[in-house]
């Protein structure tokens, strides 16, 4: 694993070492001027699974939110390698089915009733 991450060149090395490891490429990637923030956009759950153990990003955060009436949940992951913040981000449009199954509580388990 790239410990610093001076120069473009190793931050973009770091993807490239990824990727020599079996991740899939990610489809979108911005590199900040300054080499302080790098962003990698990949195109589902296992991807971004899988980068964010490559990575070892310890922070996680989901947003749900409405983008002209289609309601997306961004998943990002987040890891600062040598002073340069990384995030993996992941955007799914999602159902409002799928709203209601994290808005309600799982429903716990009830006794038999006796007879």
């Given at each position: ?9 190793q931050?973009?090395?770091l ?21 302080r ?5 990949v ?6 699974d ?9 922070e996680?955060s989901?947003?749900?939110y409405?983008?002209g ?11 600062v390698?040598d002073g340069?913040r ?19 509580a ?6 038999p009733?006796?007879r």
């Open positions: 694993m790239v410990t610093e991450l001076a120069t473009r060149a931050a973009f090395g993807i490239a070492e990824g990727v020599a490891t079996g991740l899939s490429a990610p489809w979108r990637l911005y590199l900040a001027r300054g080499c923030y790098l962003s990698l956009s195109g589902d759950r296992t991807e971004w899988a980068w964010r153990t490559h990575l070892g990003c310890p996680v989901v947003r749900v409405d983008a009436g289609e309601i997306r949940r961004s998943s990002v992951a987040e890891v390698l340069c990384i995030s993996v981000e992941l955007v799914e449009e999602v159902s409002t089915d799928d709203l209601d199954r994290l808005l309600v799982e429903p716990t388990p009830t006794e009733e006796e």
